[in-house]
């Protein structure tokens, strides 16, 4: 794990509509924590079918194994593991909630990502089962930066 300080990307620079780029940023997120994933030394490839309950896709070689990872960005104190929010204007308030926590059943993998400084958690979904459906990033401190969990896995 690094001990330098990671530096804070500039955000919305050119003043974008909130809500766009809520969006837009969320997909930053997604693409920057997959390049993350690559620069650890893992191929990893995002995953173009938006219902789908995960966001890649990284093949952690040896075993032939493939994990799915759900990309979760953060720009607070805390990470989320639940999926199916939508939020904005266009969504109807009326309709069901839709709103449900991730399981094995969806995902292997939640990838935290800090928006402010790419900063990743790398997190076995089996681990997010015994907590909430957030957890705070101070208690997340093992998770982050830790690529052996990745190896590890690999090796299992």
């Given at each position: 794990?690094?001990n330098h300080t990671h530096q804070t990307w500039v955000i919305n620079l050119t003043g ?83 709103t449900y926590k991730y399981t094995k059943k969806d995902c292997d993998l939640i990838l935290g990502i ?43």
């Amino acid at each position: 794990m690094d001990n330098h300080t990671h530096q804070t990307w500039v955000i919305n620079l050119t003043g974008i509509d909130k809500g766009i780029f809520r969006t837009m940023n969320g997909n930053a997120d997604e693409l920057i924590a997959i390049g993350r994933v690559i620069k650890a030394g893992f191929p990893c490839s995002r995953v173009d079918v938006t219902n789908a309950k995960y966001d890649a896709i990284v093949d952690l070689g040896g075993k032939q194994k493939l994990l799915r990872i759900q990309i979760k960005g953060t720009g607070g104190d805390t990470l989320n593991f639940t999926g199916g929010y939508r939020s904005g204007v266009q969504i109807d308030r009326n309709a069901p909630k839709r709103t449900y926590k991730y399981t094995k059943k969806d995902c292997d993998l939640i990838l935290g990502i800090d928006t402010r400084t790419s900063e990743c958690y790398i997190i076995p979904i089996e681990d997010t089962q015994e907590w909430g459906n957030t957890k705070s990033l101070s208690q997340l401190q093992h998770y982050k930066e830790n690529w052996q969990i990745l190896i590890d896995l690999a090796l299992e």
